[in-house]
Nanobody
Framework: QVQLVESGGGLVQTGGSLRLSCAAS????????MGWFRQAPGKEREFVAA???????SYSNAVKGRFTISRDDAKNTAYLQMNSLQPEDTAVYYC?????????WGQGTQVTVSS
C-alpha cells in the first residue's frame, strides 16, 4: 500500500507557473505508475498526465505542451510542472499511483488561476 500527499498548489495569475509535488510513502515507489488528475468545480474528474507502463509520458490535449510530469524515485516523489497557466486550469489536482489493478489517490491540492 502507498500513501500520497500532494503539495505546491496555490493562487497564480494567468500565464504563471506552479510545480506540484506528490510525496509517496513506502519502499516500492519505483514500481508504481504515477499520474495526475484534476477536478474543476461542477465538472467530472479528468486525466491530466501520467507515465505509461513503458515509462513514457502521456498528456491530455488540454495541457500538452504546457505541463510536464516527472519523478524522482530516490525521493519517492512525482512532480507536475505547470506553465502558461490559464483560468480553465483552476481545479483540485490529484496524484495517483498504480500498480497492477490497484490505484491509490492523494487528497488533492487546490490550484487557482486568476484572470
Amino acid at each position: 500500500q502507498v500513501q500520497l500527499v500532494e503539495s505546491g498548489g496555490g493562487l497564480v495569475q494567468t500565464g504563471g507557473s506552479l510545480r506540484l509535488s506528490c510525496a509517496a510513502s513506502g519502499r516500492t515507489f519505483s514500481s508504481y505508475t504515477m499520474g495526475w488528475f484534476r477536478q474543476a468545480p461542477g465538472k467530472e474528474r479528468e486525466f491530466v498526465a501520467a507515465f505509461t507502463w513503458s515509462n513514457r509520458t502521456s498528456y491530455s490535449n488540454a495541457v500538452k505542451g504546457r505541463f510536464t510530469i516527472s519523478r524522482d524515485d530516490a525521493k519517492n516523489t512525482a512532480y507536475l510542472q505547470m506553465n502558461s497557466l490559464q483560468p480553465e486550469d483552476t481545479a483540485v489536482y490529484y496524484c495517483t499511483a498504480q500498480r497492477l489493478a490497484k490505484v491509490y489517490w492523494g487528497q488533492g491540492t487546490q490550484v487557482t488561476v486568476s484572470s
